[in-house]
């Protein structure tokens, strides 16, 4: 039996034994209707990516909140702009529950190509193609709002409101929202008497959660002190907790703190979770948002406890689990660092000591150790916001497809990385480019498609080999967007797995048995789109990797394994279970051509010349076009005379950097291994 399939047969039976088989995420069947409706909300929205840009020598600061305003707005005009989307978006994830209805279209078109939206909704009407599943249905536009509430508000039971004075009551309405079929409404917005001559109030969050409570309303749960948490613990109390929450899916989406921005005049920097609630309410999920910190105060509510926004994220994680009877649990959304919980120069909070990844960090890990893992993001992927999932979701998923051949000894023997004794060259230094992170919805769903720099679509594609790092457990939200990714592959893309595994977990962060839930999920989606490399394993919190979940991804990608430089120890590389064992650094390209052809010069110095580790290095990008990657690699083929680095003794060193793809790298880096290892 082959090491999959032993795997594969080990954990489902696991699973059977300890009744963990079943789930309550919504999968939507398979459907393509008769006719679907658009709405334009792109002039709504807000492209921080254009609207707020700063000189290129300031790249790394974030835009003032206090200006400038986006081009013909004023702060009341975005206020109800904001108000509209969170009641279209809701109104969307209730729509679309059973059927796709109505599409949403976030953004204009730009160099003569369609909008991110309409060019994937292009892409799902062509004809003859897997992904083309939209080909015989009818498009209807709608044209105002009017038309959106004539067509839909029989569908929905009517409107929650959520109270401006506490911002987290936006969250705690979605979360009723998805419950009780009821969109969104802010107290007090300009369109309420619109939507009212449609829909009635049915729930009003309004003044519910007092400064000087005693209890929870209609509870005999004491107050936290703080409106803000109030509100999440009896939402948790009410809603997750009495199990008419949907408990595998937990969203993690920014509260009304944009409304509160605007009030002030002052402008968000980021994206404000509108569009990305439609799965959210589509999903019945449990929304929150809360300061992973514990040892800081939130700036959205100073005035608490130490520490009470990190309790009560641990309990809505617990409560989660104990509902989910075993299950894992998806996190849909990003925490929002850009406004929150995190300092300059990006972050949103002055007062914050913390940059965004070591919060992203803190709060995977806590999640991890109770089955969660991260699937969607959100906010703002170069000024776009990740919309239409619960349109997308209904799409077909792909047809099973075979990982590559591997490569023939004879043709490596051809290209001169073997000698014709079969032993690897020493006249090489080989480098695999890994692209990423398409881990998670939000940047595959953008920046693979027609928008900012597009990787996929440059020109440059299939002139250098990529290894494309892909979550394939993304045929749960976006198949028709997967399709679309393997059915356009080149003999130069090639698929490997990213971290780590079928949506973005840390390792050793679960417990054994649920790990064992992890690896049979992720064995599941490896298994049916040809992933046997593993390309980024990341562990966060967790600190160097265990052996024993490196000896379990050994068993999900036999072909070989890279793990993050400063998580994994030494020797490496080396065998790891049977399966070659190697890193890739946590720098990553970025800059420009040339001082990232530096970095894997300084790499090659450290690694190989200070090391003495072999000439075998995989290089990472995040979001870089497929032309920076091709440049790269003209940078390294440059003239032996200008291609050189020099060893502490003074010599010139002529590395000869060949870029190959992940099977070759694998298959030279094993021939090594077998010749050098003890």
């Known amino acids: 039996m082959t090491r999959p399939k032993l795997l594969r047969f080990f954990t489902f039976t696991l699973i059977l034994l300890n009744s963990f088989v079943n789930c309550s995420v919504i999968f939507p069947t398979s459907t393509s209707p008769q006719y679907l409706y658009i709405f334009d909300a792109s002039a709504m929205h807000v492209n921080h990516f254009e609207d707020c840009k700063v000189k290129p020598e300031d790249k790394r600061k974030r835009c003032s909140i206090d200006g400038p305003l986006p081009m013909g707005k004023t702060f009341p005009g975005l206020l109800r702009d904001y108000d509209t989307l969170m009641f279209l978006a809701t109104l969307q994830g209730i729509v679309n529950r059973d059927q796709p209805r109505l599409y949403l279209n976030q953004d204009h078109a730009r160099n003569n190509k369609p909008s991110m939206d309409m060019f994937w909704l292009e892409k799902y ?127 993690y989406i920014e509260d009304g703190w944009p409304a509160i921005r605007y009030t002030q005049k002052q402008m968000t920097r980021g994206g404000v979770y509108a569009f990305e609630r439609d799965y959210t309410v589509q999903q019945r999920s449990f929304a929150f948002d809360l300061n992973p910190w514990a040892d800081e105060l939130p700036i959205d509510d100073p005035q608490q406890t130490l520490g009470l926004d990190r309790h009560t994220l641990e309990q809505i994680i617990q409560t989660a689990s104990q509902q989910a009877n075993g299950n894992l649990i998806k996190i849909w959304g990003f925490h929002p660092w850009w406004e929150k919980y995190a300092g300059p120069p990006a972050g949103g909070d002055p007062n914050s000591k913390y940059q965004a990844i070591p919060g992203e960090w803190e709060y995977l890990w806590l999640f991890a150790q109770y089955g969660g893992y991260m699937e969607g993001g959100g906010g703002d992927v170069n000024g776009l916001s990740m919309s239409n999932i619960s349109i997308h979701d209904f799409a077909p998923r ?107 977990i840390n ?24 992933y046997d490399i593993m390309g980024f394993i990341i562990n966060g919190n967790g600190a160097q990797m265990s052996q024993s979940r490196l000896d379990a991804f050994a068993y999900l990608t036999p072909v070989g394994m890279l793990s ?94 060949t870029v190959i793809d992940p099977y070759t790298y694998f298959f030279l880096l094993r021939r090594w291994l077998e010749t050098n290892s003890p």
């Open 564 to 657: 993050i430089d400063i998580q994994t120890d030494d020797p490496w590389p080396r065998w790891q279970n049977g399966v070659p064992l190697s890193t890739i650094p946590i720098l990553a390209f970025g800059g420009t051509p040339d001082s990232s052809a530096e970095l894997v010069h300084q790499i090659y110095r450290r690694d190989v010349l200070k090391q003495g580790r072999p000439p075998f290095m995989v290089f990472r990008s995040t979001f870089l076009s497929t032309t920076f990657l091709w440049e790269i690699r003209e940078r390294l083929k440059a003239h032996e005379a200008e291609n050189h680095v020099t060893n502490n003794e003074g010599q010139v060193i002529h590395p000869n950097y």
């Open 125 to 251: 009407q062509t004809v003859n193609q897997p992904y083309g599943w939209l080909v015989n249905t009818k498009i209807i536009t709608l044209t105002n709002l009017e038309e959106v509430l004539t067509t839909f508000s029989p569908s929905l039971r009517g409107v929650v409101v959520w109270d401006n004075a506490v911002p987290a009551t936006l969250n705690v309405a979605t979360t009723i929202a998805g419950v009780e079929d009821l969109a969104i409404l802010r107290d007090g917005s300009e369109i309420t008497p619109q939507i009212l001559n449609h829909l009635q109030v049915k729930k009003s969050l309004v003044g519910m959660f007092q400064p000087n409570a005693k209890t929870l309303p209609d509870s005999s749960t004491p107050s936290s002190g703080s409106t803000k948490v109030d509100a999440y613990l009896w939402a948790i109390e009410n809603y997750l907790a009495a199990g008419k929450t949907n408990p595998t899916v937990l969203s």
């Open 507 to 530: 390792p050793d962060g679960p417990d054994k048995l649920t790990f064992l839930r992890w690896l049979w999920r992720s064995e599941k989606y490896y298994s049916l789109y040809g």
């Open 398 to 504: 792909p047809l099973p497809r075979p990982a590559p051949p591997a490569p023939t000894e004879a043709s490596l023997k051809e290209l001169g990385y073997l000698t014709p004794e079969g032993k690897v060259s020493a006249d090489h230094t080989f480098l695999t480019f890994y692209v990423g992170d398409y881990d998670i919805v939000h940047p595959t769903q953008l920046l693979l498609g027609n928008y900012s720099v597009s990787p996929w679509l440059d020109e440059k594609r299939g002139k250098i080999p990529l290894a494309w790092g892909l979550n394939p457990g993304m045929v749960e939200e976006i198949p028709g967007i997967m399709s679309y990714l393997y059915a356009t592959t080149t003999d130069q893309d090639y698929i490997v797995g990213t971290n780590s595994g079928a949506g973005y």
